[in-house]
C-alpha cells in the first residue's frame, strides 16, 4: 500500500485529549466503539498512527480496531472536507428523486459519492436513512458549527445551497 | 401566555429554529418578556411544519401551521399583543382532522411538551407509572401485567413484551440489562427518533419499569449517531432524570439501583438485529450469532439481557398506569394497541401517525394520508422497509397488525409506509431495496453476503434491459433459498421486497425483461433517445457533441440517433436548440 504522509495539526494537544479520554474509559467494558468515536471527532478522522496509538493504550490489536473501524459506515480512515454532505438515498427520498439531486451536487462540485473536492471543502457521503422522510429529498450538512438539514430539494435548491457555503467561506478567508 | 414551537429534526429542517428565534427576538424587542417561548417534539404533522402553538394563560390553545420566519411579526402584533389570533394561519380543518383521526399512546405528548423540561413531562402523569411501580406492585406483578396487556414488540419481530421480561427475571445470573434499541436504521422510518427528540423520559421511564421488573440495574440506549438532536435531548432527559432521583442508586428511596447510558451507534444496519446490536455495545464488529443461545439467556456481556425498541418501551407506563385491561381494548385480540406509522412518499399528507393495531391501510392511506399526491393513482405501500413487502390496491382493505401483514408476505417491520403512485417502478424498487441490503449484509454468512450480490446483480441487468426470463426464474430461486439458509433476520428476509413485487407486479418484470420497456419509465436503461424530424432543423449541433459519433444526417436535413452506438448521455439533447431531441421510452 502506498504510503500517504498525513501531517496533523496540534498534534499535542489532540494526542493529550484522547489520552484523557483513554484513560477515563479504560476499565470499560466495550470501550472500543467508543474510543473511536472519540478520536474521529478530535482528528476528523482515524489516520493510522491515531489507530495504533490506541491500540498501544488500550492493549488491544491493531487488526481488531483495522477490523472495528472498517465495519461500521461512521468511522473514516481518510481526511474529509470542511463540509460533510450526507446525502440521503432513504426510501422515501428515492422515491422523490433522491438519483437527480445526486446528480446535481456530483455535477457542481465534480466529486463521486465518498469523493472530497481538491479545495478540501465538501465531501459527499450517501446516507441511508437521515429520518426526515417527510421532507424527502433531504441532506444534512455537518461542518465546525454543527449540522444543518435542508429538505425538499431540488437540484436546483442545492445547487444555490453548495454556492452559498463555498461563497460565505470565500468571503470569510479573505 | 406560552408559545410552543415544533423542534424536531424535521420541524428544524422546515425552518423551526428560524422561527422560534424571531420569536425570542422580536418579543425581547417590545419588551413582552413574560411570554414563554419554549420547544416541543414533533407533533407529526410534517407537512405543515413548522408549527407552532401558543397557550393563553386560561390554556386556550391556537395552532397556527407553515409558520415561516416571516409570518412572526403578524402573529406577534396581532395575536401576542392584539388578542385576536391570525385566522389565515391558523391550522385548517384537514390538518385537525389528521391528529383527531389517530389514537396516540406512544406519541401521546410528543408535539405537545417541552422534551428538555422534565417538569412538563411530570404535569402530564409522568413518572407516576414509575411509582406505582415501586410503591405498589412485585416485579413478577409488573411481567404479569405487561403480559396481560399482550403487548409486542414493536420493532419488528413481535415477540409478547412481557414473556420476554419474565424470562430475563427468571434467570439465575444476578447480573443483568435492560438494551433500548434506538437503531432505527430502515430507511423510510422515524417514529423512533420522534420519541427520542419529542419525550425521551417517557422511554427512560418505560427502560426503568422494565430494570425493576426483571432486576436489572444497569440499561444501555443504542441509538444511531446519525440522529444527534435525539441523543442530545436523551442526554438531558438521563441528566434530569437523576437530579430528580428517578434514575440511579436508591430510585425514589425504594433501594432499587437503575441507570442508564447511551451508545452511539456507528452505521450498520445490521445492528438492529439483537445479538449484533450487543457485539456492537461490547465494542465489537456488528455481526450476528447463531442462536441459541437466545439474548434473553446470553445477551449483552453473556448475560440476560432484554432488548426492547424505542416504541415498546414508550407504551409500557401507559400499561403500568392505566392498567392492562385498558391497554388491551385498543387494537386487535393478538395485536393489542396502537402502532405508529412513517407515512411517507407520494402522499399528500407526509407525518407521524399513531393508529390501533388492526386500522386499515385504506384508512391510514386514504383517510389520514388525504391520498395519493398530485392526483395520480394509488400503485403499492412499502411497509417494513427493507424487510418488508409492498401491498397493493387490492389490500387496501387489509388490517395492519402483525398477523394479517404476515399472511400476505409484508411485516410491519418498524413502521415505515411509503406510498407510490402510478409513475413508481416496482422493479427499480426492488432493485433499491436489494442493493440497501447487499451494502449492509455483514458479511459474514454466505447465503445473504453473496446471495444478495447476485440478485443485484441480475436486477441490474433486468433494469439496464439485459434480463430474460430466465433472469426471474433465477432471482425467485436465489430468494427462496437465502430466505431460508441465511443466519438472522436481515438475510431471511433480504429478499422480500423481489418476491412480494415479483408476485403482485409479474407483468412489470415481465415488460421489462421481453418488451424491454418500463411502464412506469423511470428506468434509463430502457429509455431511448429520439430526435423529431419536424422540429429537428439539421443545424449539425447535435452531431459536433456527441462524444461516441452517434448522430447521422446531412446539413438542412432531419438528423437521427443510431441507437447502437448511443450511450444514453443526453448531451445531443442538451446542445439542441429547437428542443427537437426527446428522450423517451
Redesign the interface.
Known amino acids: 500500500m502506498e504510503k500517504e504522509v498525513i501531517v496533523i495539526e496540534n498534534a499535542t494537544e489532540k494526542y493529550a485529549a484522547l489520552d484523557a479520554f483513554i484513560e477515563d474509559h479504560l476499565e470499560m467494558?466495550?470501550?472500543?466503539?467508543?474510543i473511536?468515536?472519540e478520536a474521529q471527532s478530535i482528528f476528523g478522522f482515524l489516520p493510522r498512527e491515531v489507530t495504533a496509538h490506541i491500540a498501544k493504550k488500550t492493549g488491544q490489536t491493531q487488526a481488531k480496531i483495522y477490523?472495528?473501524a472498517t465495519?461500521?459506515?461512521?468511522?473514516r480512515l481518510t481526511p474529509i472536507g470542511k463540509n460533510l454532505i450526507?446525502l440521503c438515498?432513504?426510501?422515501?427520498?428515492?422515491?422523490?428523486g433522491s438519483q437527480l439531486i445526486e446528480e446535481a451536487v456530483c455535477e457542481e462540485l465534480e466529486i463521486k459519492d465518498g469523493e472530497t473536492t481538491a479545495d478540501g471543502l465538501f465531501t459527499l457521503n450517501n446516507?441511508?436513512?437521515?429520518?426526515?422522510?417527510?421532507?424527502?429529498p433531504?441532506m444534512?450538512i455537518q461542518n465546525a458549527d454543527g449540522?444543518?438539514?435542508?429538505?425538499n430539494l431540488t437540484k436546483e435548491k442545492v445547487v444555490e445551497i453548495l454556492r452559498g457555503i463555498r461563497e460565505a467561506d470565500t468571503s470569510a478567508a479573505s | 401566555m406560552r408559545i410552543l414551537i415544533g423542534q424536531g429534526s424535521c420541524g428544524i429542517a422546515s425552518g423551526a429554529k428560524k422561527t422560534a428565534d424571531a420569536f425570542a427576538h422580536q418579543l425581547q424587542v417590545i419588551g413582552k418578556n413574560q411570554v414563554v417561548v419554549d420547544k416541543t417534539g414533533c407533533i407529526g404533522i410534517c407537512y405543515l411544519e413548522p408549527i407552532v402553538d401558543v397557550y393563553e394563560d386560561d390554556g386556550k390553545l391556537t395552532r397556527y401551521t407553515k409558520v415561516t420566519e416571516d409570518k412572526v411579526p403578524r402573529i406577534i402584533e396581532e395575536h401576542i399583543i392584539g388578542g385576536v389570533p391570525v385566522e389565515e394561519f391558523i391550522i385548517s380543518d384537514s390538518g385537525q382532522e389528521f391528529l383527531e383521526k389517530q389514537t396516540r399512546i406512544a406519541l401521546k405528548n410528543c408535539g405537545l411538551i417541552d422534551p428538555e423540561n422534565i417538569d412538563d413531562y411530570i404535569n402530564v402523569g409522568g413518572y407516576e407509572a414509575l411509582k406505582k411501580a415501586l410503591t405498589q406492585m412485585s416485579p413478577e406483578q409488573i411481567c404479569d401485567e405487561i403480559s396481560e396487556s399482550k403487548l409486542r414488540g414493536r420493532g419488528g419481530g413481535g415477540f409478547p413484551t412481557g414473556r420476554k421480561w419474565q424470562q430475563v427475571r427468571q434467570q439465575k445470573e444476578p447480573v443483568k440489562y435492560v438494551v433500548c434499541n434506538g437503531d432505527e436504521g430502515d430507511p423510510g422510518a422515524f417514529m423512533d427518533r420522534s420519541i427520542m427528540e419529542g419525550d425521551p423520559h417517557r422511554m427512560l421511564e418505560g427502560m426503568i419499569i422494565a430494570g425493576i421488573a426483571t432486576g436489572s440495574q444497569t440499561g444501555y440506549i443504542y441509538v444511531r449517531a446519525e440522529y444527534p438532536m435525539a441523543v442530545h435531548r436523551l442526554k438531558v432527559a438521563i441528566e434530569q432524570a437523576r437530579e430528580r432521583g428517578f434514575l440511579g442508586e436508591n430510585i425514589l428511596g425504594s433501594g432499587v439501583n437503575f441507570d442508564i447510558r447511551i451508545n452511539l451507534g456507528a452505521g450498520a444496519f445490521v445492528c438492529g438485529e439483537g445479538s449484533a446490536l450487543t457485539a456492537s455495545i461490547e465494542g465489537n464488529r456488528g455481526m450476528p450469532r447463531v442462536k441459541p443461545p437466545r439474548t434473553v439467556e446470553k445477551g449483552l456481556f453473556e448475560k440476560p439481557t432484554v432488548l426492547n425498541n424505542v416504541e415498546t418501551f414508550a407504551n409500557v407506563p401507559e400499561i403500568i398506569l392505566y392498567g392492562a385491561t385498558k391497554f388491551a381494548q385498543v387494537g386487535t385480540e393478538k395485536s393489542s394497541g396502537t402502532k405508529a406509522f412513517a407515512l411517507t412518499g407520494n402522499v399528500n399528507n407526509t407525518g407521524l401517525i399513531e393508529v390501533p393495531m388492526g386500522t386499515t391501510l385504506r384508512q391510514v392511506v386514504m383517510d389520514i394520508g388525504g391520498g395519493v399526491k398530485n392526483g395520480k393513482a394509488f400503485k403499492a405501500v412499502q411497509i417494513g422497509g427493507p424487510s418488508g413487502g409492498c401491498l397493493t390496491s387490492r389490500h387496501l382493505d387489509l388490517p395492519l397488525d402483525f398477523d394479517s401483514l404476515k399472511s400476505v408476505g409484508a411485516m410491519i417491520g418498524s413502521g415505515g409506509l411509503v406510498v407510490m403512485d402510478e409513475d413508481t417502478c416496482m422493479v427499480s424498487i426492488a432493485r433499491f431495496f436489494m442493493n440497501f441490503t447487499n451494502n449492509e449484509s455483514c458479511g459474514k454468512c454466505v447465503p445473504c453476503r453473496e446471495g444478495t450480490h447476485v440478485m443485484l446483480e441480475i436486477l441490474d441487468d433486468i433494469v439496464e434491459g439485459r434480463g430474460t426470463e430466465e433472469s426471474l426464474d433465477m432471482l425467485m430461486d436465489l430468494a427462496s433459498t437465502i430466505s431460508e439458509t441465511a443466519l438472522c433476520g436481515l438475510g431471511k428476509t433480504a429478499p422480500s421486497p423481489v418476491m412480494s413485487t415479483l408476485s403482485e407486479f409479474k407483468d412489470e418484470y415481465l415488460a421489462h425483461v421481453i418488451d424491454k420497456r418500463c411502464p412506469a419509465k423511470q428506468c434509463p436503461g430502457l429509455a431511448r433517445l429520439v430526435i423529431d424530424p419536424v422540429r429537428c432543423k439539421g443545424c449539425g449541433k447535435c452531431i459536433r457533441f456527441c462524444p461516441v459519433n452517434a448522430i447521422r444526417g446531412s446539413l438542412k436535413n432531419p438528423h437521427y440517433i443510431d441507437e447502437d452506438k448511443c450511450i444514453k448521455c443526453k448531451v445531443c439533447m442538451e446542445s439542441c436548440a429547437f428542443d427537437a431531441i426527446e428522450y423517451v421510452q
Open positions: 467494558a466495550g470501550n472500543l466503539i467508543i473511536l468515536q477490523g472495528v465495519f461500521y459506515t461512521q468511522f450526507m438515498q432513504g426510501t422515501a427520498c428515492h422515491v422523490n446516507v441511508a436513512c437521515l429520518g426526515c422522510c417527510s421532507l424527502a433531504v444534512m449540522e444543518e438539514t435542508y429538505g
